[in-house]
């Protein structure tokens, strides 16, 4: 008896000499730890700071004024020379919104089934599928949309109609976008729908509900600020992609809605300058930033946004 | 007596109502099976191009003026050199971060701003990061057009996915686990290493994987940095003569790349029309990769299940 308590007490005390012992090591790592979290906060720090300071070099030579009037062309790299960026934003614009018009109601639709139609096997079956689609590398996409769907698919189909389809056209980048977002849409919706609290199903097939009327009026208002974060976070994605928009959508900036035009994205021409010999310092070079610097703003807006709905419905319902 | 006739058949608003929502499990189905379809398409139609070009010499030749002679080689030292670049400076940072955010940091305002941080960082532009990366590490840095930047660039890309993946993980390991060690007397970063790290090690590996494909098939921030090139030698470190080379080992990472995704999209843009059975076999080599990983990582994340 008095032999255990011994040993227990002495026990004790060489672990709490250990632990006392460690503490010089627990500082250290606390401090490496908190450097990590550093490196994200200063990676931010150091987008900003490049983006702003090669920005203020472009402005110093084209005015602001200049770069946000909307009749002036986006014509840099030849006479006469433009520097409006609206037709780059247009084109952006273009290839995101017949993109969400595709991949918003195939992605919420596959949320819908996978959380409140599908049985668990189909569902285990269905949800890798959407994770590989996920999972292909733009490039591939970028390939898929020039070879087949606008010289197999789009041109002949159009042709039929008498419309001539350009080679690189907004309407075969806006399909292959669609495609490459479908699964962010639909796994983050998804997410949110099977976050909806069973209750609320019982309650209404309790009072004669279909599962149909459940999922749209029941489930799909419940889960809307998922739904909502999914859409903004695929929007962030196709605005930034910039493979599949330089390759298909074409290199003519163009103030146009057009699917059928070939226009030039804000990624695209930042692709092309990347690709060109414009020597460091000059203007053309230069606009590489200020493009890019409206390209991070109009990202970081969906992002923050997307961040706040997500969290939303995970307090709402967790 | 007169028998009442009794159905349990729904008749009239009701049955429509039952019609629509039969009717609509087949749509959304449809519109599920689309994805399946489309991946399926792809596929067939990448290896019929492909099929006439398919052979070893595409991933053992260098590139080539000649169709079918041009191969991936040196892109696929490239690839290979930059993920173990983008890993090995990437899986410490990132998982540290987690740790840090999960376990240790202040629940106040810093630590809301570290996360909008990651969660915006996770959605910037890829080609965004080639900017950064060109100025700070290319340029600022003197490393050049060269392995080193492209792991540093990348890196800096995956960061914040596989942070957000791996507090995933920490988090489902059970509080339990910790709260034993630490009422053992377990100081916090003992709990963290013997209890809480070796169950969520499945879970960050499976996050690790899939940022690695992620990074393996990023083409926009690598040719912002300088991966558009003709290259005729194997980039980096020579397998095996510099392994045991510290010295030659970094002048290896500090060569010139190209990798596979960009190689294929110099075939895709070239006007040629006989380097389009090259992509198409390109993407075929890339797929394999990528399908690869992504397969690993499912295999963990399903033997380690914790339902």
Known sequence: ?318 | MATVPVTLRATGAVARRQLASRVSRYVFLGASLLGVVVLAYLTYDTIDTAWTRLSWNIVTNYPSRFADQAGLRPAIFGTFWIMVATMTMAIPVAVGTAIWIEEFAPRNRLLTIVQINLANLAGVPSIIYGILGLTIFVRFYGMDRSILAAGFTLALMIIPMTVIASQEAIRQVPPSLREGALALGATKWQAVRHNVLPNAIPGIMTGTILATSRAIGETAALIVIGGFTFIRFDPGPAIPGDLANPVAFWDGLREGFTIIPIQIYGWIINSRLEYQHNAAAGIIVLMTGVMTLNLIATVIRERFRRD
Not at chain 1, 62 to 87: A, C, H, M, R
Not at chain 1, 172 to 198: C, G, H, K, Q
Not at chain 1, 270 to 297: C, E, H, I, N, P
Request: aromatic share 10%; charged share 15%; proline share 5%.
């Open chain 1, 1 to 318: 008896m008095s032999l255990s308590t011994r040993i227990e007490k002495e026990s004790v005390a060489t672990a709490l000499q250990k632990r006392a012992l460690s503490r010089p090591q627990e500082t250290l790592i606390l401090t490496s730890l908190t450097f990590c979290a550093a490196v994200s906060l200063i990676t931010t720090v150091l987008i900003v700071g490049v983006l702003v300071r090669e920005s203020l070099t472009f402005f110093e030579e084209v005015s602001i004024t200049e770069f946000f009037d909307p009749t002036k062309d986006w014509q840099p790299l030849f006479n006469p020379v433009g520097y409006g960026v609206w037709e780059l934003v247009a084109g952006t614009v273009n290839v995101t919104l017949w993109a969400l018009l595709l991949a918003v109601p195939v992605g919420l639709a596959t949320a819908v089934y996978l959380s409140e139609y599908a049985h668990p096997n189909t569902r285990k079956l269905l949800k890798p599928v959407l994770e590989a689609l996920a999972g292909v590398p733009t490039v591939v996409y970028a390939y898929f949309g020039l070879v087949v769907v606008t010289q197999e698919i789009l041109r002949p189909l159009f042709a039929e109609v008498g419309i001539e389809v350009p080679i690189f056209n907004a309407l075969a980048a806006s399909i292959m976008l669609a495609i490459m977002i479908l699964p962010t849409i639909a796994s983050v919706s998804e997410d949110a729908m099977s976050n909806v609290p069973r209750d609320l199903r019982e309650a209404a097939y309790g009072l004669g509900s279909t599962r149909l009327e459940v999922a749209i009026r029941v489930v799909f208002p419940a889960a809307l600020s998922g739904i909502i974060a999914a859409i903004l976070l695929a929007i962030a994605r196709v605005v930034g992609e910039t493979v599949i928009v330089a390759i298909i959508a074409g290199s003519t900036p163009k103030l146009t809605l057009d699917p059928l035009e070939s226009v030039q994205t804000m990624t695209g021409f930042m692709l092309q300058v990347a690709l060109g010999d414009a020597q460091r310092g000059t203007v053309d070079y230069q606009s590489l930033f200020a493009v890019g610097m409206m390209l991070f703003l109009i990202t970081l807006v969906f992002n923050v946004a997307a961040y706040f709905f997500v969290r939303r419905y995970r307090e709402e319902y967790e």
